[in-house]
């Protein structure tokens, strides 16, 4: 995971267990590795502009898929985890534009978001099966681009017969309702 403060790329080792709500996991390995000031560079010259150069944007998502692919290469190697013991990567991307309707307010034009780094490059760098684009599918689902926020809220932040609200400072930010009668409808 990269956020929108670019300070570096945020790489978690878990190991799952069950499904839906009853999803349970172990959190193995945690690593930021930093970005470099030239990188920083690079995808500030595309990040939230509404004019950009669109072979610069082409050109980034590969480098970014592949870059991304490297530093999770670095942490495996620092962990002595072997990629074949890895069955699956996660990632969401570089956003470099989010335009919801309420941002945008351009008339027959849905909620909007774009993310770099592209999922066919990490996975072909790494040889990891490799899922991504979290965000667009959220919003092509009616969201606002901020999917597993409110899952790993639920599963992370319930407390039965306590209310609370969780808040994601992030690029978007997001309050989380959980109620304490556990009804998360």
Known sequence: ?????????????CRFKGNGLSTQFELLEFITLPYNDHF???V????????VDLEKVTLLNAFIGTFHG??????????GIKTADVDFIASHGQTIYHAPKSLHKQAG???ATLQIGDGDHLAVKTGILTVSDFRQKHIAGGG??????????????????EDR?????????????????????
């Open 144 to 161: 606002e681009g901020a999917p597993l926020a409110l899952y790993g809220d639920v599963l992370l932040g319930s407390k039965p017969g």
């Open 70 to 79: 490297e530093l999770i290469l670095q942490a495996l190697k620092k962990w």
């Open 165 to 185: 609200i969780l808040l994601n400072i992030g690029g978007i930010a997001n309050l989380t309702y959980l109620p304490a009668d556990g009804d998360l409808n």
């Open 109 to 111: 034009y849905p909620n």
């Open 1 to 13: 995971m990269s956020g929108t403060s670019l300070d570096g790329l945020d790489i978690a080792l």
């Open 40 to 42: 920083k560079q690079e």
């Open 44 to 51: 500030h010259e595309v990040f939230s502009r509404r004019l």
